[in-house]
């Protein structure tokens, strides 16, 4: 009697590592995917740090070329 209950134990507990098996398959795969998604953000922050920082960059230049023309800073000399 003893070992059909061990038997049903052992059965329940097979049946339990499935789901768990499947449930750690799902979860890889949710976290790849969360994985990617950050990856991909990532990447384009980065890109807009560059365009600003560009974009800064160029900003500055036309300003001094402004304070130049209107004699407000003088002329590097060349």
Known sequence: MS???LLIRLREIRDL???IKEDNIEIKHRLSTLEMQVGGLAASEQHHYASLSS???RISIDMERIKRRLDIVEAPAE
């Open 3 to 5: 070992d059909n209950i």
């Open 55 to 57: 974009r800064t960059d």
């Open 17 to 19: 590592l499935g789901e």
